[in-house]
């Protein structure tokens, strides 16, 4: 992650409540079916460029770097909105997503099925 003050707003800055690695839940959804598509993670550097260029730029804790969606795999989420939750800790980045959002190829990263719910308020 950056080591340099970030150029995000610092209005928007002072509302993220960042987790101990400096990182915020960023969910993608895409824009018209609503359809939950990946959860990535943000810093204030990824969420500023992801404002500043209207292309989800996320941070990789396993590769230590920032990625922009669709620079390598042609998979590429063009940005509608952005909204941050009540709590401050995660943002919906709402988009238009370009092919597979998951990396294993599937269209969201939530197609591997359905956990059985059993209880009294579980709906199958």
């Known amino acids: 992650m950056s080591s340099a003050a970030s ?9 993220l409540k960042r987790n101990p690695d400096g990182l915020l839940a960023a969910i993608a ?8 598509l990946m ?7 990824a969420l500023h460029r992801t ?4 292309r989800c ?3 990789s804790r396993s590769r230590q770097e920032y990625w922009v969606k669709g620079d390598t ?4 989420q063009y ?15 709402q988009v ?10 599937d269209r969201t990263c939530f197609d591997s099925g359905r956990l059985p719910v059993s209880g009294a308020l579980g709906v199958q």
């Open 7 to 15: 150029p995000l707003d610092p209005a928007v800055a002072a509302r």
């Open 39 to 45: 959860l990535g993670w943000m810093d204030d550097e």
């Open 79 to 93: 940005v509608k909105s952005v909204s941050l939750d009540c709590d401050g800790d995660t943002v919906l980045v």
């Open 51 to 54: 404002l500043a260029t209207g």
């Open 73 to 76: 795999s042609g998979h590429f």
């Open 57 to 59: 730029t996320y941070w």
């Open 96 to 105: 238009d997503q370009v092919g597979a959002a998951c990396h294993t190829g």
């Open 29 to 36: 959804q895409q824009f018209d079916t609503g359809e939950v």
